[in-house]
């Protein structure tokens, strides 16, 4: 699979995101997913970019199923997986990341481009799976 939709951001775009995670969250976790991914070589990110790209595109097809089905919490773990191959992600920052999804307009308008209720979706199936959801 190529990488369509996780593009790599410009240098000037991963500053950015850079700062804003390290003002919004720890920064040692910040640096430890730098650190991470610095230390694969690009086939490693590409395959680590192909992983993300998959399971972002499984998830917006699933959409119809809701966000409390097997198959949409299934993917959600391995997205909460995906994630913590970049750093250490505790459920509460898992949540933040969640509402920032839905919230923040870069990453809002990322998955609009993909499906409009993504955003919406994504944030509500992370909160059902970290049991924050008390309308499931």
């Not at 920064?27 to 991470?36: G, P, Y």
């Not at 949540?95 to 409009?116: T, V």
């Amino acid at each position: 699979m190529t990488n369509q939709v996780f593009n790599t951001f410009s240098e000037e775009q991963q500053a950015e995101y850079q700062k804003y995670a390290e003002e919004h969250w720890d920064s040692t976790l910040v640096q430890q997913s730098v650190t991470r991914w610095n230390a694969l070589d690009a086939e490693g990110k590409k395959a680590l970019l192909a992983d993300g790209e998959r399971i972002t595109l499984a998830l917006a097809s699933s959409i119809p199923l809701r966000e409390n089905s097997p198959v949409v919490q299934g993917l959600i773990a391995e997205w909460y997986a995906y994630i913590n191959r970049f750093y250490d992600c505790s459920p509460e920052i898992f949540l933040a990341l969640g509402e920032m999804y839905m919230n923040h307009p870069d990453f809002s308008a990322f998955y609009q481009k993909i499906h409009p209720a993504l955003p919406i979706f994504l944030n509500k199936a992370i909160r059902i799976y970290c049991g924050s959801d008390t309308e499931a």
